[in-house]
């Protein structure tokens, strides 16, 4: 599934990727361009909805790294308004929130990932050039939102089976939204093994696949995630009195 | 009618001093009471009390109507009255009542005088909830004024009689000024007068009310302004004052800092009449919060799912506990990763670390922890752990509990 990677990304591959920073906390846009300027070229950063639209139709960077939460609507906002005309433009949401439902709603939007700001400099920045290249990126976190978010609603279906159709796919509905509304039993595996911590590395050895494998599962993870129309993507609406979102 | 309870906040009214001093009572209290607060001879009050009684009976009905407004004195007990004694204010309103409903068929008098009386008793019988002084006086027996007040008798046989009490004294002033032939013409001009009273006073009565409310909804904002404010002192300025001093030890500001994170955080989500005493989950993230504190290693903790915890969870939890504080300790990893999968079926949970890793047969035999503590656990609640590590590559520690077994 994975996306044939555009000309712009391709380039930044091999030079530094250029990014823009959208944050509404000034100190943390200083810190985070501190932080990367080594490795990451950070061609500018915005306070709000309105400077950050302005700001990435002119500079047209390969990231833009985006807060969830800001005030006009946040990163979910300026997604929507520069999806039409800036598709080769990839988002990294950014976020100390851990509300899954403003994080799934910013992947719903478009963006190819989520990190926690508590995220060191080195594996932001790494996330930040996979993200250029085309991949997306699932912090343990996100993985766990996901993995929640498809939960089937009879329970462990097609989580432990090793390959074979999963329990449900008696249901009637279209075979291209059923495709959409859950997991395969192996991209299960791969986001269970993110959400443990495993690196997209060692999540190929574990399962014996490779890298480009995993990859192309999280991809397609993500791809459903922004596609499926099912509604209990929303379910921690009602359900999140049981699911714990508190993080260390 | 205003006739909510008096609450324990309000403020405690207007008679405050006086009070009926139960103790010394002969009959009610009123006279000692009265005595009291004047500062004269209770037996001159008492005179004067027995004289007017005999007036036409207006201070029986006047003695009455103190008995039921005038609160005992705190604490203040009265040791030998039989219990049909505490409806005598009651008794004593109705016979006057009565008294008065018969003097006025029998003689139609014209003073005008008994209507008010009749008025006033109807007025104290339905008045006397609201006016209820101190619904929060020290305990002591069940008094007069708690049989009045107890809202199961402030019901409709209360509120009947007070308003026919009413009904009747104003019938009887309207007979005593003349007007009962014109009833008719007098009820209209009430009407009219009443609803251009409306007319004119309504949208004020209205704005008080809305602005009664406003003023309400603004105090419970400051309120919880205040509760947020409270809070955020106790915590997080607390946490930062803390930062500023130890500037200079980095672990240490990390610590601080993630902790203030973790409590903040679980502040924010919380639900008010939530509890997360009992949950998986819960109980997880408690124990890395733990953990993390005590070891200053961080552990990032993601669930899916959640279940009530018992038994053979509270293994797992243990379990997981004694995992994370052997990575914490022994591994050298920077961080540490928990992952916990909760199902209808089972539960799984992922206690993962980047550090030295170890070779698990070589643990001599006198470290305990592993096997007894994550290992041994598992299997005694008929769950099962796995480790799973090797030197250098860190380790894995995997726990599984079947959920039929666990309850």
Same mark, same amino acid.
């Given at each position: 599934m994975r996306e044939p990677a555009s000309e712009a990304a391709a380039e930044s591959v091999s030079a530094k990727p250029r990014v823009v920073i959208v944050d509404d906390h000034h100190l943390f846009r200083s810190g985070v361009r501190t932080e990367l300027g080594e490795e990451l070229e950070v061609v500018g950063d915005a306070g709000t909805v309105e400077d950050a639209v302005a700001l990435i139709r002119e500079q047209?960077?390969?990231?833009v790294l985006l807060?969830?939460?800001?005030?006009?609507?946040g990163g979910v906002e300026v997604i929507a308004r520069l999806s039409e005309e800036c598709q080769d433009i990839r988002f990294l949401a950014l976020s100390v929130s851990d509300a899954a439902e403003d994080v799934i709603a910013v992947i719903r939007a478009g963006a190819r990932g989520y990190v926690t700001k508590t995220i060191s400099a080195t594996e932001l920045a790494d996330a930040v050039r996979r993200v250029a290249g085309g991949d997306a990126v699932f912090s343990p976190r996100l993985a766990g939102f996901v993995l929640d978010a498809f939960a089937q609603d009879g329970g462990a279906?097609?989580?432990?089976?090793?390959?074979?159709?999963?329990?449900?796919?008696? #249901?009637?509905?279209a075979q291209g939204d059923r495709e959409l509304d859950q997991l395969t039993p192996r991209e299960r595996e791969v986001l269970r093994h993110i959400a443990r911590g495993y690196m997209y590395k060692e999540v190929a050895q574990s399962l014996g696949i490779s890298v480009k494998t995993v990859e192309a599962h999280v991809s397609s993870v993500l791809r459903k995630l922004q596609?499926?129309?099912?509604? #209990?993507?929303?379910?921690w609406a009602v359900q999140r009195r049981l699911v714990s979102l508190d993080g260390p | 009618m205003a006739s909510a309870p008096a609450s324990a906040g309000q403020p405690k009214a207007h008679v405050a001093s006086l009070r009926r001093p139960l103790d010394r009572a @002969? @009959?009610?209290?009123v006279c000692a009471g009265l005595a009291e607060r004047m500062g004269v001879e209770v037996l001159v009050v008492r005179v004067l009390a027995v004289m007017a009684a005999t007036v036409g009976g207006l201070g029986v009905a006047a003695y009455a109507l103190a008995w039921a407004l005038i609160p005992a004195s705190p604490g203040s007990v009265r040791s030998r +009255? =039989?219990?049909?004694? +505490?409806?005598a204010p009651l008794i004593v309103l109705t016979v006057a009542a009565l008294f008065a409903g018969v003097h006025l068929a029998g003689s139609h008098v014209g003073e005008g005088l008994w209507p008010l009386v009749l008025g006033a008793c109807g007025m104290a019988l339905l008045w006397r909830p609201a006016v209820? @002084?101190?619904?929060? @006086? =020290?305990? +002591?027996?069940?008094?007069l004024r708690d049989y009045l007040n107890r809202p199961a008798q402030v019901g409709a046989p209360r509120l009947i009689a007070g308003g026919l009490f009413v009904a009747f004294g104003a019938a009887a002033l309207l007979h005593a000024v003349g007007v009962q032939h014109s009833l008719g013409k007098a009820i209209w001009a009430v009407a009219i007068i009443g609803m251009v009273l409306g007319m004119v006073v309504g949208p004020w009565v209205m704005r008080m009310g809305s602005s009664l409310s406003f003023e309400r909804a603004a105090r419970i904002r400051e309120q919880e302004r205040a509760e947020v404010a409270a809070h955020l002192h106790d915590s997080v300025l607390q946490t930062l004052a803390l930062i500023q001093k130890r500037a200079g030890d980095p672990r240490e500001v990390a610590g601080l800092a993630r902790r203030q994170e973790r409590e903040l955080r679980s502040w924010l989500l919380r639900r008010p009449?939530?509890?997360?005493?009992?949950s998986v989950t819960g109980a997880l993230e408690r124990a890395a919060a733990e953990v993390e504190e005590l070891h200053g290693v961080p552990i990032e903790v993601v669930t899916v799912g959640d279940a009530p915890l018992n038994g053979g969870l509270e293994a797992v939890v243990q379990a997981a506990r004694e995992a994370m504080t052997n990575a914490a300790k022994f591994?050298?990893?920077e961080r540490v990763d928990l992952y916990a999968e909760v199902e209808d079926d089972r539960v799984e949970v992922f206690v993962r670390d %980047?550090?030295?890793?170890?070779?698990l047969d070589a643990i =001599?035999?006198? %470290?305990r922890g592993v096997r007894d503590s994550i290992l041994a656990r598992m299997e005694r609640h008929d769950g099962r752990a796995a480790v799973k590590s090797s030197p250098g590559a860190g380790t894995e520690v995997e726990l599984v509990m079947e959920r039929a077994a666990s309850t």
């Amino acid at each position: 599934m994975r996306e044939p990677a555009s000309e712009a990304a391709a380039e930044s591959v091999s030079a530094k990727p250029r990014v823009v920073i959208v944050d509404d906390h000034h100190l943390f846009r200083s810190g985070v361009r501190t932080e990367l300027g080594e490795e990451l070229e950070v061609v500018g950063d915005a306070g709000t909805v309105e400077d950050a639209v302005a700001l990435i139709r002119e500079q047209r960077p390969d990231v833009v790294l985006l807060d969830v939460h800001m005030p006009d609507g946040g990163g979910v906002e300026v997604i929507a308004r520069l999806s039409e005309e800036c598709q080769d433009i990839r988002f990294l949401a950014l976020s100390v929130s851990d509300a899954a439902e403003d994080v799934i709603a910013v992947i719903r939007a478009g963006a190819r990932g989520y990190v926690t700001k508590t995220i060191s400099a080195t594996e932001l920045a790494d996330a930040v050039r996979r993200v250029a290249g085309g991949d997306a990126v699932f912090s343990p976190r996100l993985a766990g939102f996901v993995l929640d978010a498809f939960a089937q609603d009879g329970g462990a279906g097609g989580t432990h089976g090793a390959g074979g159709p999963p329990a449900t796919s008696a #249901e009637p509905a279209a075979q291209g939204d059923r495709e959409l509304d859950q997991l395969t039993p192996r991209e299960r595996e791969v986001l269970r093994h993110i959400a443990r911590g495993y690196m997209y590395k060692e999540v190929a050895q574990s399962l014996g696949i490779s890298v480009k494998t995993v990859e192309a599962h999280v991809s397609s993870v993500l791809r459903k995630l922004q596609l499926s129309s099912r509604h #209990e993507l929303s379910r921690w609406a009602v359900q999140r009195r049981l699911v714990s979102l508190d993080g260390p | 009618m205003a006739s909510a309870p008096a609450s324990a906040g309000q403020p405690k009214a207007h008679v405050a001093s006086l009070r009926r001093p139960l103790d010394r009572a @002969l @009959l009610g209290g009123v006279c000692a009471g009265l005595a009291e607060r004047m500062g004269v001879e209770v037996l001159v009050v008492r005179v004067l009390a027995v004289m007017a009684a005999t007036v036409g009976g207006l201070g029986v009905a006047a003695y009455a109507l103190a008995w039921a407004l005038i609160p005992a004195s705190p604490g203040s007990v009265r040791s030998r +009255r =039989p219990g049909a004694w +505490r409806q005598a204010p009651l008794i004593v309103l109705t016979v006057a009542a009565l008294f008065a409903g018969v003097h006025l068929a029998g003689s139609h008098v014209g003073e005008g005088l008994w209507p008010l009386v009749l008025g006033a008793c109807g007025m104290a019988l339905l008045w006397r909830p609201a006016v209820a @002084l101190d619904a929060s @006086l =020290p305990k +002591r027996r069940p008094t007069l004024r708690d049989y009045l007040n107890r809202p199961a008798q402030v019901g409709a046989p209360r509120l009947i009689a007070g308003g026919l009490f009413v009904a009747f004294g104003a019938a009887a002033l309207l007979h005593a000024v003349g007007v009962q032939h014109s009833l008719g013409k007098a009820i209209w001009a009430v009407a009219i007068i009443g609803m251009v009273l409306g007319m004119v006073v309504g949208p004020w009565v209205m704005r008080m009310g809305s602005s009664l409310s406003f003023e309400r909804a603004a105090r419970i904002r400051e309120q919880e302004r205040a509760e947020v404010a409270a809070h955020l002192h106790d915590s997080v300025l607390q946490t930062l004052a803390l930062i500023q001093k130890r500037a200079g030890d980095p672990r240490e500001v990390a610590g601080l800092a993630r902790r203030q994170e973790r409590e903040l955080r679980s502040w924010l989500l919380r639900r008010p009449g939530e509890s997360e005493q009992d949950s998986v989950t819960g109980a997880l993230e408690r124990a890395a919060a733990e953990v993390e504190e005590l070891h200053g290693v961080p552990i990032e903790v993601v669930t899916v799912g959640d279940a009530p915890l018992n038994g053979g969870l509270e293994a797992v939890v243990q379990a997981a506990r004694e995992a994370m504080t052997n990575a914490a300790k022994f591994a050298g990893s920077e961080r540490v990763d928990l992952y916990a999968e909760v199902e209808d079926d089972r539960v799984e949970v992922f206690v993962r670390d %980047r550090g030295v890793g170890f070779d698990l047969d070589a643990i =001599p035999a006198d %470290r305990r922890g592993v096997r007894d503590s994550i290992l041994a656990r598992m299997e005694r609640h008929d769950g099962r752990a796995a480790v799973k590590s090797s030197p250098g590559a860190g380790t894995e520690v995997e726990l599984v509990m079947e959920r039929a077994a666990s309850t």
